[in-house]
């Protein structure tokens, strides 16, 4: 039986006059990685900070179930700390021994007595990731967690969440990355305008957008009523032998020569991009 670690019903937030987030309710399964998705200013990092409890909402219910750890998108832990400074301390807030285990798992032992501002991106993010782990929570909030990483850093700060899933946790995560998101998640919510206009699976998604491939078409001269990208016509379609038959014919009939043909199947990043255009019915 599945268990529900987070319920939220009918959020509302507003910044003044300003309501970002409209009512939304959704469930977060105990074990599941579950992404928020959505433009630059559709809420994700509100909604995860008033789960957190960090931020203030006008109504609607949020209930937990576990022990929270969260690492947040930026930090400003002092410029001058060391590693091993911040550690002790955010133990010293968790109430727990500083045994230094999680410095063995990240890989930041080499790095203990090394300050803040010395440190890379990659070695700042994994360091938030035990800072957040400290006291073994439940329950796991990420907020960009591999913005502005190399691909080696991802592909690092990818394997330690999957160690996570493996381990029970759950992960609530917010991503501009849809490569991460497809790669680590069970289940996504995509906001738009400050509603969920979409919450499943990826695959779930790319079928209900309706469109297994796109097949680009560049001619001597535009065709009519298509959409036109780039010198080419987008044609969306579920079965591209009779798409592409069709096109062609068209293009023979009206002595249009085809110079150069494209098929691209349907990616989780066309899909996000057409339900950020319009919310899916």
Not at 59 to 74: A, E
Request: net charge neutral.
């Amino acid at each position: 039986m599945i268990s529900t670690a987070i319920q939220i019903d009918n959020l509302i937030k507003s910044y003044g006059t300003n309501t970002v987030i409209k009512g939304i309710s959704f469930a977060v399964n105990q074990g599941e990685i579950f992404a928020l998705l959505g433009t630059n200013g559709a809420g994700k990092t509100t909604i995860l900070e008033c789960i957190e409890g960090i931020r203030k909402y006008n109504s609607g219910n949020i209930r937990i179930k576990g022990r929270l750890g969260v690492q947040l998108q930026s930090s400003s832990l002092p410029a001058n700390i060391k590693t091993i400074e911040v550690y002790r301390l955010f133990c010293k807030w968790n109430k727990v021994q500083a045994d230094e285990g999680l410095f063995n798992v990240f890989e930041l032992t080499q790095l203990k007595n090394k300050q803040y501002r010395e440190m890379s991106m990659g070695q700042k993010r994994r360091l938030h990731l035990a800072l957040a782990l400290i006291g073994e929570p439940d329950i796991i909030f990420l907020d960009e967690p591999t913005a502005g990483l190399d691909v080696e850093g991802r592909v690092s700060l990818h394997a330690q969440i999957r160690k996570l899933k493996e381990q029970g946790k759950t992960i609530l995560m917010a991503s501009h990355d849809m490569a991460e998101v497809e790669s680590l998640c069970d289940r996504i919510a995509i906001l738009k305008d400050g509603v969920i206009a979409f919450i499943g699976t990826t695959t779930e998604l790319t079928s209900k957008m309706g469109t297994q491939c796109r097949i680009h078409i560049k001619t001597e001269r535009p065709l009519q009523n298509v959409n036109y990208q780039k010198g080419y016509s987008v044609f969306n379609s579920e079965n591209i032998g009779a798409t592409l038959l069709e096109v062609l014919e068209i293009a023979k009939e009206t002595k249009n020569a085809v110079l150069d043909v494209k098929i691209e199947r349907a990616t989780l990043e066309q899909s996000f991009m057409d339900i950020a255009r319009e919310v899916i019915e």
